[in-house]
């Protein structure tokens, strides 16, 4: 019979990364919205589980910078401002920045795309960016997040390292974040969101540096430029 550190603790831990896995998804799908209030009973009650593992989902998604504690009244979804996004946009270049170093930089022994398993890596994100595409030409927000935050999450693993992956994922969480609160007052998304995933895939394959800078560079314009008009309405 296993002891209190056996099955009992990572049925736990996987029980409190299920539910805030749950509940960042509630936020980027806007279900929660920012300065939305709650508290870990309600939380607990709404999935049936005990008040111990929504507790530390709770607190997780906290420290990821999505939801503000409150110590007298519960928890509240995180309110970002415009100017927040810009700091993430910053913060995002600096990563990628380090990320395409390794395609020019021989001493950093970046992936070879000849290499058939990194070959196959790369198609295999590729297929995510096409799917990512097809959503953001449809307008469909919660089905571009997903495969685009994947994408992304791969991307790093590929051409940086997992430190920088890690970093990068919490950052575009926390972009969508902040974005989703303004995507969802367009009635129609089709041709608003950016779809240049496979391009960048591409420019990565042939080890393009300055393309693949110029393609994110873009995109960062495009995304900050969409946001400031909509916060300003």
Known sequence: MPGPSGTGAVTRSTLRQQIADALRDE???GRLQPGQEFTVKEIAEQYGV???PVREALVDLSAQGLLDADHHRGFRVHEYSVDDF???IEARS????????????????????HDPRIAAALAGVRR?????????AA???TILIGYDLRYWRELAVLFGNPYLSDFLHRLRVQSWVCTVQHLRRLSDLRG????????????????????????????????LALIERLARR
């Open 50 to 52: 005990s008040a111990t």
């Open 192 to 223: 608003a969101l950016w779809s240049g995933h496979t391009e960048l895939v591409d420019a990565l394959a042939r080890r393009d540096a300055a393309g693949a800078r110029s393609l994110v560079e873009a995109y960062n314009t495009h995304s």
């Open 128 to 136: 995510r960016g096409e799917e990512a595409q097809r959503a953001a």
């Open 27 to 29: 936020v980027l799908a």
């Open 139 to 141: 307008g469909d927000l």
């Open 86 to 88: 810009r700091g993430m």
């Open 94 to 113: 600096l990563v990628t920045d380090g990320m395409f170093l390794v395609l020019v930089d021989d001493r950093r022994g970046g992936p070879d795309p």
